[in-house]
């Protein structure tokens, strides 16, 4: 319960601190202190404003983290600066009287400011990002940090005399005779300061060096490092009562980037793995700081600046009460776009992951802009898409959280899988899987896609190869085999011409023998041709030169019937498509013969819209888990070099049944 409390009251804080910085500003139109003319004091306005956020998202999270309990003080005094000078100048000059305990703010600004910057700038670097110093050599600079903080605090809540910010009125609890005591200790503050922000950052310094190179704490304290560097050359420079613009300007910008370096850290790099309190916190923040604007600028422009009971105070309030839900509405929008990408506007991810997929130049470059759509649509830190034939393509870089699996599918078939890894370090979440379930169709259509074109670029490159293949085997068959043959037969004609009128007798032998190698050459030309286009198909057509296999086969294994018929007359048939008819068919008949153990195998032909071939047995059939062999991948790949496709499916209980699709193209 103390825990739910201290996060709830860790977000009063940054309200009370913009309250009290507005009222100090507006206040300083009746003052006329020239408080707004003061560096120094404006420093407070980025320092309390960014150290009280950072503050409340730190407490609200880890609230037993002692660093954001730290924040929130030092944000508050900062705060309190600016608003008790006011109140004591206007209560004690601008109009004396006219508040009460004017003295007692007069007393709380002489030393409030020590609290607030002196804390930050040696305990908050000092004690970063966990709440504890970097060692237990580091404790002795803690009694240290209280010590500068005692030196500047005393000095101003107890010197006797007018007090510094206001001498209109002497200090009421000013002890007499130790102001050169007093003035020793506060003597000693200033150079305290510098030794202690040089302390806090050299121990930012040792954490960053300890933290593994490339790691992402070490970029969680890189900024900070950097910029309270800069801090401390601002706070060692000299002084100027009147400092130009520019470097008053700059001076502001350097102090303010050390919260910001801290924010940095806590929203981009997740340092206390903020999610839903970061959220909410960007939404009412904002929220708070619009509300502020438009109310003091409606209270002014109808004439009644901060008037409480005036009619420009009730116009105002029912502006800004009609604005409140359009602005929160309009806020959370914004900040949950900017958190979780697209996931409140789907129409929105799905038009990011068409236009993604549409700009891809290639099916095959879908799957790197799938995942870079779906990482960029949900702010994921890593999404990597996987084909089911192998490709795959990433986004981002995994950071060590759990990993979901979403299949893709395509047709009642899945052609893929995503992996996605959620917001920081944690499993998706169920609003995301319900985004990326509706993503995941059309994701499956561009991976089925992808998956098409890789198939296809593959395809083609074996039928090249097998092409070159080809060639290559005709140009050895033909230089190892025919050549040699008809170069002998070449020089067994001279020689017979030479021999023919001395010896007719040899010269008749020689012949007989050159006839017997011409036999030859013709037997190794009918093969090759053979194994480019079966003589068979030209003269006996498709179903002719598949029973004249058949019988053959059939002759050669006793026992065996092999039945082969057309149940329709057969078209004109496309020559690629008549040899891969052929070649699936006695390659399945062939399997049958070698491995089926079947005592019956049919060849079926059909013609409609397509060539359709199919080879059943009553063997063995194929068990469970056997790998495709070289005959099955073969047929495939036949039926596929045609545009068609080749199965194998159980034939009943037993028997193994090859069906072939192949596109019927006349002649």
Request: proline content about 7%; charged content about 15%.
């Amino acid at each position: 319960m103390r825990r739910e409390a201290w996060a709830r009251a860790a977000w009063i804080v940054p309200a009370v601190c913009a309250a009290l910085l507005l009222a100090a500003v507006l206040w300083e139109r009746w003052t006329h202190s020239g408080l707004l003319g003061d560096v120094e004091v404006l420093a407070n306005v980025p320092l309390s404003l960014g150290f009280a956020l950072v503050g409340a998202l730190i407490v609200s999270r880890r609230p037993d983290n002692r660093l954001g309990r730290l924040y929130l003080g030092s944000a508050t005094a900062m705060a309190l600066t600016a608003f008790v000078y006011q109140y004591a100048q206007y209560g004690l000059v601008t109009r004396p009287g006219s508040l009460p305990g004017a003295s007692v703010a007069a007393w709380v600004s002489s030393w409030i400011w020590a609290l607030g910057f002196a804390p930050l700038f040696t305990l908050g670097l000092l004690l970063y990002p966990d709440g504890r110093v970097p060692s237990p050599r580091w404790r002795w600079l803690v009694p240290v940090a209280v010590l500068t903080i005692g030196c500047l605090v005393l000095p101003g809540a107890l010197m006797p005399g007018p007090f510094l910010n206001h001498p209109v009125a002497a200090n009421p609890i000013g002890i007499e005779g130790a102001a050169p005591v007093l003035e020793a200790v506060g003597a000693l503050g200033f150079p305290l300061v510098l030794f202690g922000v040089v302390a806090g950052i050299a121990a930012l310094a040792v954490r960053w060096r300890r933290a593994a190179p490339g790691g992402l704490e070490r970029r969680q304290l890189v900024l900070l490092l950097i910029a309270a560097t800069l801090c401390l050359l601002v706070i060692a420079s000299p002084g100027d009562a009147q400092p130009p613009v520019w470097l008053a300007v700059s001076s502001l910008v350097v102090l303010a980037l050390v919260p910001a370096a801290i924010g940095v850290a806590i929203v981009r790099h997740r340092l206390y793995e903020i999610d839903v309190v970061l959220n909410r916190s960007l939404v009412y923040a904002g929220l708070t700081g619009a509300i502020v604007v438009l109310y003091t600028a409606l209270v002014w422009a109808l004439g009644r600046p901060l008037a409480a009971d005036g009619w420009a105070t009730a116009v105002a309030v029912g502006i800004i009460g009609a604005l409140v839900l359009p602005l929160r509405t309009g806020l959370q929008r914004l900040v949950d776009r900017a958190m979780y990408g697209d996931r409140g506007d789907p129409y929105a991810a799905l038009s990011r992951l068409t236009a993604r997929l549409q700009a891809a130049a290639a099916p095959g470059a879908a799957l790197p802009a799938l995942a870079e759509a779906i990482a960029a649509s949900l702010r994921l830190p890593y999404v990597r898409v996987e084909v089911a034939s192998g490709g795959s393509a990433d986004a981002g870089e995994p950071r060590g959280g759990p990993l979901h699996e979403l299949p893709l599918t395509q047709h009642g078939q899945q052609v893929g899988r995503l992996l996605l890894e959620g917001r920081d370090r944690r499993p998706v979440s169920a609003r995301d899987l319900q985004l990326l379930t509706e993503l995941a169709r059309p994701a499956g259509a561009a991976v089925a896609a992808a998956a098409l074109a890789d198939a296809l670029s593959a395809s083609r490159s074996r039928l090249v190869q097998a092409r070159e293949d080809e060639r290559r085997r005709l140009r050895r068959d033909l230089h190892d085999g025919v050549g040699p043959t008809l170069a002998g037969v070449a020089l067994g004609l001279d020689l017979v011409a030479a021999r023919i009128d001395d010896d007719p007798a040899a010269a008749r032998t020689l012949i007989g023998e050159l006839k017997g190698e011409t036999a030859t050459a013709v037997d190794d030309v009918r093969r090759l041709v053979h194994g480019l286009r079966p003589p068979a198909l030209d003269e006996l057509g498709l179903l002719g030169a598949l029973r004249q296999q058949t019988d053959r086969l059939a002759l050669r294994t006793p026992g065996l019937q092999i039945r082969v018929d057309a149940s329709t007359p057969l078209p004109p048939l496309r020559a690629a498509t008549e040899v891969a008819a052929y070649r699936i068919a006695l390659e399945a008949v062939t399997n049958s013969v070698r491995h089926a153990g079947a005592r019956t195998c049919s060849v079926s032909l059909a013609a409609d819209d397509a060539l359709h071939v199919e080879v059943a047995d009553d063997g063995v059939g194929i068990p469970e888990g056997t790998p495709t062999g070289v005959g099955l991948g073969a047929m495939s790949e036949r039926a596929a070099e045609v545009g068609g496709v080749c199965t194998v499916l159980p034939a009943g209980r037993t028997g193994t049944r090859v069906v072939a699709v192949l596109p019927l193209d006349p002649r």
